[in-house]
Structures are given as structure tokens and as C-alpha cells.
């Protein structure tokens, strides 16, 4: 049996329901689609094709929600971090970027219903999203924003100053948008519970089972792992940022930035209802960014950036405690009882890329910190590609993988354009 105690330590961890038992891969097995990467990608793929009555297997190097799926900051948000619609529509092209416009605007809900379906316990809390802008001129990115999405149809609307001040309960911001299908989960819960329900359709997940890049043989695709091997139909590779091991030209698509997670103690019942008192999940416009949200028992659950890594974790306590308690000044002295990291996958223009890897065989790259709901919904999409929709149905548009040039050196580099975003932050850009 695996290791039932590994994962990387975080709050999630702390809290998170128990994972369903898993084993390693051991021996030969088939499948119709073999999927590697048991995070939000893997695990939705898995159980969209599960329910469409496909045999799956899921094969995962260490254990369920390892990767950035099981570390981030479980915010549940139905857009991109920098693109909007109209320019998300043009890059993808046609029908197919208006049909990928109309995913990402239900992707929160895509999410939610999956978690309603199966009964999924991991804190859910459907509350809404919120972006408040952190300067006046800012203020037309909600406009803009807000104008686009509801085009569309999606369930958006502006928020004041005055409004957005009692929403949060500090008059740091100048107003700007929600998203109302958005909302927070536990992320670990979250991939536990989905590979609990694939299990629960018999889908098998194989954990502390690494990969070794897929291969072709005759009209099948062959995935070994140290004890056993895989032959299947169809392939997923759902590694993300996490790539390097079995697709090295895809994990030169994106630049893996470590991203910061930290939660408070929790707060008192008279702080909660004077912060954030509707449990919206949050993140402004800041490059830096600024954003938190509430966990079940009430903690603050927030983070940041460093650009230089030495004794990141005291600085990071000193740094966004100040943050916090300027924001909020009620909070007084901030106590953090968690702090965790991980990656987030960035692509130059923040714009995810997909990609087919050879025949019934589909990957991705790039979630650029909005990935929680996206990867749920592509996983949706994924499942449908591979059970007989056309190309010209799909939201998807598939291009070779074109790898950032001298990317060991931009993945050196990166945390430098956090000199750049602070500047920037301080100006009407």
C-alpha cells in the first residue's frame, strides 16, 4: 500500500477528509484511457469519462492532490487572470474561442455541480468571487470586465466603493466586480473526493506510481511506471506544471512560479462579521496580488509572493501580517498557523495552450493561477474529445507545443517581474 500519511504539509492537509485507499501499479492492466496526473485535470477527466462509461485509470506519482491541485489557495474564480472575453475569443478563433469563453464562464459552476453530484466533502461554499480594483483608474478593468462577461451571459455585476467597502469590511479598494458562481473549496478535499467517486464508478487510480513518457505502440498507448504498465486507447496527460519527468517539451511551454499560501489563526465571531462577512472568495488587481478568503473553521486564508527565496517563510509572515493588518486594521497583531507552497504554471501571455500529443492522445499546459476551475472544466472537455465530439464542437483549440525559448533561464528569472508588478502597482497602468 502507498504511504497513507505523504503529502506536502498545508492547511489542507491538516483538514482535509482522508483519501480514498490506493495502491501502486503492479503488472500489466488496460484500459480505454489512461490518464496521468491525479490532480483537478486527471481526476475530472477521469470521472466525465467514467460517467460516460469508459474504463479509465489514473496513474499518479506520489499521492491524490500532490501538485498544485492539493496547495493552492482554493479559490473557485470562472475567469483568467489577464485575458478577457473579447480578447480570449480572438486568440482561440471563431466559434471555438467563443465556445471556450462560454466554458471558462461556467467553469465554477461546472465545479460546484460535480461537487453537488457526488456528494463531495470539501468545504464548498458557492459564495460568490469578488475583484476589487486597488486605484481609481483601475476602475475601468471592472468596467471592461464586467461589460464583456455580461455579453455573454454570465451572472456578473459592479460593485461601488461605498458597497465594496461593506462587502469586505475595509475601505483599502475603489469599488469593482463579482463574479457570482465563484466561490472557495478545501482543494486537497476536493481531488480526494473526486478520485473517491471515480473509484466509486470503477475507475481505478494508482498512486506513488511515476511515469515514464508515453509511448506508441501499434494503435495503443503504453505508460510504464516502476512495477507495471498501462496499455490503453486513449491518453490524458494531466501533469501540468508538474511535466518534466514525462514530457519535457511541454514543461518547457510554461515557467513554474512558487506561489505562497498562508492561512491565520481563526478569527473570533465578532471579526468575522466585520471581515469579509459574506465568505466571498477575493483577489484585486494588483500584480502583487492581494487575496484571501474564509475556511470552514474561519481562518483568514491568504498569501504572497518574495523574490528572493532566503527564510521565506518569516518574511513572508512579517510581510502579508502587515499587509493584512493594514487592510484590516481590526485584525490587530495577525498570527499565521500555516504557511505552504507550490507551483503555479505561467505562460507568457497568461493564455493556456492544449495540445494532441499523437493519435487520442490530449495535454495542456498553463493555468496561470486560475486553475482550479479551469482544470475541472477542461477535464469536462477533454472526456467529451475523447468520446466521439469533432474538433469543430469542442472548446479547444489545439496547437504544437511551442516551448519558451531560453526557458531554464526565464524559469531562473521569473520571480524578478515581481519587482515589476509592485511598480507597476503603485501607477494607473
Not at 223 to 250: I, K, S, W
Request: hydrophobic share 40%.
Amino acid at each position: 500500500m502507498a504511504d497513507r500519511a505523504f503529502h506536502p504539509p498545508s492547511l489542507w492537509a491538516e483538514t482535509a477528509p482522508p483519501p480514498p485507499e490506493t495502491r501502486r501499479l503492479e503488472g500489466d492492466i488496460e484500459a480505454d484511457v489512461v490518464i496521468i496526473g491525479g490532480g483537478f485535470t486527471g481526476l475530472s477527466s477521469a470521472l466525465h469519462l467514467a460517467e460516460a462509461g469508459r474504463s479509465v485509470v489514473v496513474i499518479e506519482a506520489l499521492e491524490i492532490g500532490s501538485g498544485a491541485s492539493g496547495r493552492n489557495n482554493g479559490q473557485v474564480i470562472p475567469t483568467l487572470t489577464r485575458p478577457d472575453p473579447d480578447e480570449l475569443a480572438a486568440h482561440f478563433g471563431g466559434e471555438t474561442g467563443e465556445r471556450f469563453v462560454a466554458m471558462l464562464r461556467d467553469a465554477a459552476s461546472t465545479l460546484f455541480d460535480v461537487v453537488r453530484r457526488h456528494d463531495i466533502d470539501c468545504e464548498a461554499a458557492q459564495n460568490g468571487w469578488l475583484q476589487p480594483v486597488h486605484s481609481p483608474g483601475r476602475i475601468k478593468i471592472a468596467e471592461r470586465r464586467v461589460e464583456q462577461w455580461s455579453r455573454r451571459g454570465a451572472d456578473v455585476a459592479m460593485v461601488g466603493r461605498e458597497e465594496m467597502r461593506d462587502l469586505l469590511g475595509s475601505d483599502r479598494w475603489y469599488g469593482g466586480w463579482t463574479a457570482r458562481t465563484g466561490g472557495s473549496v478545501n482543494p486537497l478535499a476536493l481531488a480526494r473526493g473526486l478520485a473517491k467517486a471515480v473509484i466509486g464508478l470503477g475507475g481505478r487510480v494508482f498512486t506513488q506510481s511515476p511515469a515514464s513518457p508515453p509511448q506508441r505502440q501499434g494503435d495503443r498507448w503504453i505508460v510504464e511506471t516502476p512495477n507495471g504498465r498501462v496499455a490503453a486507447d486513449a491518453l490524458v496527460m494531466a501533469t501540468n506544471t508538474y511535466t518534466d519527468r514525462v514530457n519535457p517539451e511541454l514543461a518547457r511551454e510554461v515557467v513554474p512560479v512558487t506561489s505562497w499560501q498562508m492561512a491565520t489563526e481563526p478569527l473570533s465571531d465578532n471579526l468575522r462579521k466585520s471581515i469579509l462577512p459574506g465568505r466571498q472568495a477575493v483577489s484585486d488587481t494588483h500584480g502583487d496580488l492581494h487575496f484571501f478568503r474564509y475556511d470552514a473553521a474561519g481562518r483568514l486564508v491568504t498569501g504572497g509572493a518574495l523574490i528572493l527565496p532566503q527564510n521565506a517563510e518569516q518574511r513572508l509572515k512579517q510581510r502579508i501580517g502587515a499587509r493584512l493588518s493594514h487592510i484590516f486594521p481590526q485584525l490587530g497583531e495577525v498570527r499565521f498557523s500555516h504557511v505552504w507552497n507550490g507551483y503555479v504554471g505561467m505562460t507568457p501571455d497568461f493564455k493556456p495552450r492544449f495540445h494532441k500529443l499523437g493519435p487520442n492522445a490530449i495535454g495542456w499546459a498553463g493555468c496561470n493561477g486560475r486553475g482550479v476551475s479551469l482544470a475541472m472544466a477542461l477535464g469536462k472537455e477533454f472526456a467529451r474529445a475523447l468520446t466521439g465530439t469533432p474538433d469543430n464542437e469542442l472548446a479547444l483549440r489545439f496547437e504544437p507545443i511551442n516551448p519558451i525559448p531560453l526557458q531554464p533561464l526565464a524559469r531562473r528569472v521569473a520571480r524578478l517581474n515581481l519587482a515589476l508588478y509592485r511598480w507597476r502597482d503603485g501607477r494607473e497602468i
